[in-house]
């Protein structure tokens, strides 16, 4: 192991500066010697490798040879050379010559990022385009909306995700509940928590939990499935058959998604009353009085109203999700950055679309 | 060569031989996909394990790199034993001594091919970056890749990455490299440039080489010796059904699959 240790020894001869290298000239050797080497033959007017003790000498030994001279400017002196060095020194010198491309020169970075957001707003908009048009043609591309794919994607999308939506649901209600009668039975209002619980879920957190879940699970899983065909070509192998990606693989799943969004907010809005009733229930309320209570706070437009807004929230998800497949670049990287952005893109969207459904109903007086 | 501790390498086994297998098999389930595969690989020589499709020619490389355990029979590499108690033991003492190239590159998608190749340096020796950085650079430069250092893996073609891929398996000098089929794919020039690049290799540094692949001209090139996998070897199962110069086995085996595969024909309709 000692004949391991790469030693340096350095030596001025008249004008050359002779370098005097022992034991194993390999990565780690090389490393133990580096900087001494390369701090010796910067400045030298000559170079003189004397590689004499030198017992073992591979390209990362060559390497830190050709560095050297690189740093001298000359070529250096080779005294007692081990076979095949001088070849192996030739291919780093030649490797080391060879001149990198330069960089391309970064773009004004605001200018860029706005360049870039533009691209994905129009990008977004030629995808509206491109699932409008896919539409109005479904009448005659039928045989590629195939049932099988439709009736999995609804499964995936909904059936599977029915207990953690049940879950969730049941959660939300005994948490506000819980939060809200505390408060309230301060000034005697207690069996108002019904109405508040009632009218939150239909209205807003029934459609909009469910549509968090949707881009948590299915739109992710949307991206990632059409990215993978993207970058396994299987993509590109539909469009040279004539097959239509768009009408193939978006719309089946922004059916199944707008199929099951309104059946699991409506799951999700009757967890939530069971959670609600089992906290005023452990309150001291019978079940009547809280079903009495729920039935004169909400009425069916807050029902339909909250069904109809899972209906586009899911229709949002589901196309975000696949838009940001079809967009998925090269590598399985992308991969993991389309599904992030079919996630972050799903809630940000559905969380404006309430905004804007809550300025719709406003303004209609729903 | 190695860095071997005491306790994983075989006593008084031979410097000059780099690989030895004996007996070794492979089943997946019920499926026997080879049995009694033996075959020695000596240092300093470029090994070739040729055969068809589906024969089981990256599995017995996957079974030589530590990746699979063999279901049956003993493997030495480099002097320690990778089957039996020693296997763990060994494979650590060998990391370092072995490289290897998977069929498709296998390069790290977040990195730039510079920082793939940088990777086993900075892992595993003390050279300073400007010293890892180096290195890497004349590892590209012998596979020609100097001027896309600074790419990432999704940027470039197949056969870039191939040869991306050979940089990276020698980033530390190993004396004992694994490519696996890396010429396919790639175009004439580029794969005689590879053929030629495994010989320097193999002359300036004394490394041995163990090839998979079917490319006959690459075969007939590279190759000191080579062993010929069949599906067809046994009744039951697959297995190796040649050894030797691969120059003789062209033009001397009677073997019918060897002679068909070395010529190029089909084999007769019926034919195992």
Not at chain 1, 121 to 131: K, M, N, P
Not at chain 2, 55 to 83: D, F, N, W, Y
């Given at each position: 192991m000692t004949d391991a240790v790469a030693r340096l020894a350095v030596e001025q001869r008249g004008p050359q500066t002779v370098l005097r290298f022992a034991g194993r000239l390999d990565a780690e050797g090389a490393g133990l010697v580096w900087r001494p080497t390369l701090r010796a033959a910067r400045g030298a007017s000559g170079l003189t490798f004397d590689?004499?003790?030198?017992?073992h000498c591979d390209m990362a030994g060559a390497a830190l040879l050709a560095a050297a001279e690189a740093v001298q400017g000359g070529t250096a002196t080779l005294d007692s050379?081990?076979?095949?060095l001088e070849s192996l020194l030739d291919r780093a010198r030649a490797a080391s010559r060879q001149v990198p491309h330069a960089a391309p020169p970064p773009a004004a970075a605001p200018l860029a990022r706005l360049r870039g957001a533009l691209g994905v707003v129009s990008d977004g908009i030629a995808f509206l385009g491109e699932l409008a048009f896919a539409w109005v043609r479904l009448p005659v591309r039928?045989?590629?909306?195939?049932p099988a794919d439709l009736l999995r994607y609804a499964d995936q999308a909904g059936v599977r995700a029915l207990p953690l939506v049940l879950l969730l649901g049941y959660l939300m209600g005994l948490i506000l509940a819980f939060q809200s009668a505390i408060p309230m039975r301060r000034f005697g209002a207690d069996l108002f928590v019904a109405n508040l619980v009632a009218i939150s879920l239909l209205r807003e957190l029934g459609p909009l939990l469910s549509a968090v879940i949707l881009a948590g699970r299915t739109g992710s899983a949307f991206a990632a499935e059409i990215g993978t065909m993207k970058v396994n070509e299987e993509i590109d192998a539909l469009t040279t058959m004539g097959l239509d990606p768009v009408t193939m693989l978006v719309l089946p799943r922004l059916i199944a998604a707008m199929l099951v969004m309104p059946a699991l907010a409506l799951a999700l809005d009757l967890a939530g009353l069971l959670g609600m009733a089992t906290v005023m229930n452990a309150f001291g309320f019978p079940l009547v009085t809280i079903a009495h209570q729920v039935q004169s706070a909400a009425t069916a437009s807050d029902l339909f109203g909250g069904l109809f807004k899972g209906l586009c929230f899911g229709a949002a998800v589901a196309a975000i999700g696949c838009r940001a497949g079809l967009s998925t670049g090269v590598g399985p990287r992308a991969v993991g950055l389309s599904a992030t952005a079919a996630v972050v893109g799903g809630i940000v969207s559905t969380i404006l679309l309430d905004g804007l459904f809550a300025l719709m109903f406003y303004r209609l007086g729903l | 060569m190695t860095d071997a501790g005491p306790t994983t390498a075989i006593p008084g086994?031979?410097?000059?031989?780099a690989i030895q297998v004996t007996g070794a098999a492979q089943r997946f389930g019920r499926r026997?996909?080879?049995?009694d595969v033996s075959f020695s690989v000596a240092t300093g020589e470029v090994f070739v394990i040729l055969g068809g499709s589906g024969c089981g020619k990256s599995t017995v490389m996957r079974q030589l790199i530590g990746l699979l355990p063999p279901t049956a029979g003993e493997i030495a590499v480099l002097g320690h034993?990778?089957?039996?108690?020693a296997r763990v033991a060994s494979l650590r003492v060998l990391r370092r001594s072995i490289g290897v190239m998977f069929q498709s590159g296998?390069?790290?998608?977040?990195?730039t091919l510079l920082e793939n190749v940088m990777l086993p340096l900075e892992m595993f020796?003390?050279?300073p970056p400007e010293g890892r950085e180096a290195v890497a650079r004349v590892k590209l430069g012998l596979v020609g890749l100097a001027d896309a250092?600074?790419?990432?893996?999704?940027?470039?073609?197949g056969g870039m990455a191939k040869r991306a891929g050979i940089a990276r398996a020698m980033a530390l000098d190993p004396p004992l490299l694994f490519l696996d089929?890396?010429?396919?794919?790639?175009d004439p020039i580029t794969s005689a440039g590879l053929d030629r690049l495994i010989l320097d290799l193999r002359d300036d540094l004394g490394a041995t080489f163990v090839v998979v692949t079917h490319e006959l001209a690459s075969i007939l090139a590279i190759a000191d010796r080579c062993i010929m996998l069949d599906r067809a070897a046994w009744p039951d199962a697959g297995g190796m059904i040649a050894e030797g110069d691969p120059r003789k086995l062209r033009d001397e085996s009677t073997h019918p699959t060897v002679r068909a595969f070395f010529r190029r024909e089909a084999l007769p309709v019926g034919a195992p």
């Amino acid at each position: 192991m000692t004949d391991a240790v790469a030693r340096l020894a350095v030596e001025q001869r008249g004008p050359q500066t002779v370098l005097r290298f022992a034991g194993r000239l390999d990565a780690e050797g090389a490393g133990l010697v580096w900087r001494p080497t390369l701090r010796a033959a910067r400045g030298a007017s000559g170079l003189t490798f004397d590689l004499g003790g030198v017992v073992h000498c591979d390209m990362a030994g060559a390497a830190l040879l050709a560095a050297a001279e690189a740093v001298q400017g000359g070529t250096a002196t080779l005294d007692s050379p081990p076979a095949q060095l001088e070849s192996l020194l030739d291919r780093a010198r030649a490797a080391s010559r060879q001149v990198p491309h330069a960089a391309p020169p970064p773009a004004a970075a605001p200018l860029a990022r706005l360049r870039g957001a533009l691209g994905v707003v129009s990008d977004g908009i030629a995808f509206l385009g491109e699932l409008a048009f896919a539409w109005v043609r479904l009448p005659v591309r039928r045989k590629m909306l195939r049932p099988a794919d439709l009736l999995r994607y609804a499964d995936q999308a909904g059936v599977r995700a029915l207990p953690l939506v049940l879950l969730l649901g049941y959660l939300m209600g005994l948490i506000l509940a819980f939060q809200s009668a505390i408060p309230m039975r301060r000034f005697g209002a207690d069996l108002f928590v019904a109405n508040l619980v009632a009218i939150s879920l239909l209205r807003e957190l029934g459609p909009l939990l469910s549509a968090v879940i949707l881009a948590g699970r299915t739109g992710s899983a949307f991206a990632a499935e059409i990215g993978t065909m993207k970058v396994n070509e299987e993509i590109d192998a539909l469009t040279t058959m004539g097959l239509d990606p768009v009408t193939m693989l978006v719309l089946p799943r922004l059916i199944a998604a707008m199929l099951v969004m309104p059946a699991l907010a409506l799951a999700l809005d009757l967890a939530g009353l069971l959670g609600m009733a089992t906290v005023m229930n452990a309150f001291g309320f019978p079940l009547v009085t809280i079903a009495h209570q729920v039935q004169s706070a909400a009425t069916a437009s807050d029902l339909f109203g909250g069904l109809f807004k899972g209906l586009c929230f899911g229709a949002a998800v589901a196309a975000i999700g696949c838009r940001a497949g079809l967009s998925t670049g090269v590598g399985p990287r992308a991969v993991g950055l389309s599904a992030t952005a079919a996630v972050v893109g799903g809630i940000v969207s559905t969380i404006l679309l309430d905004g804007l459904f809550a300025l719709m109903f406003y303004r209609l007086g729903l | 060569m190695t860095d071997a501790g005491p306790t994983t390498a075989i006593p008084g086994a031979p410097a000059t031989t780099a690989i030895q297998v004996t007996g070794a098999a492979q089943r997946f389930g019920r499926r026997t996909i080879y049995r009694d595969v033996s075959f020695s690989v000596a240092t300093g020589e470029v090994f070739v394990i040729l055969g068809g499709s589906g024969c089981g020619k990256s599995t017995v490389m996957r079974q030589l790199i530590g990746l699979l355990p063999p279901t049956a029979g003993e493997i030495a590499v480099l002097g320690h034993r990778i089957t039996g108690p020693a296997r763990v033991a060994s494979l650590r003492v060998l990391r370092r001594s072995i490289g290897v190239m998977f069929q498709s590159g296998a390069l790290f998608g977040s990195m730039t091919l510079l920082e793939n190749v940088m990777l086993p340096l900075e892992m595993f020796t003390p050279l300073p970056p400007e010293g890892r950085e180096a290195v890497a650079r004349v590892k590209l430069g012998l596979v020609g890749l100097a001027d896309a250092a600074g790419l990432m893996p999704a940027e470039i073609s197949g056969g870039m990455a191939k040869r991306a891929g050979i940089a990276r398996a020698m980033a530390l000098d190993p004396p004992l490299l694994f490519l696996d089929e890396p010429s396919a794919g790639l175009d004439p020039i580029t794969s005689a440039g590879l053929d030629r690049l495994i010989l320097d290799l193999r002359d300036d540094l004394g490394a041995t080489f163990v090839v998979v692949t079917h490319e006959l001209a690459s075969i007939l090139a590279i190759a000191d010796r080579c062993i010929m996998l069949d599906r067809a070897a046994w009744p039951d199962a697959g297995g190796m059904i040649a050894e030797g110069d691969p120059r003789k086995l062209r033009d001397e085996s009677t073997h019918p699959t060897v002679r068909a595969f070395f010529r190029r024909e089909a084999l007769p309709v019926g034919a195992p």
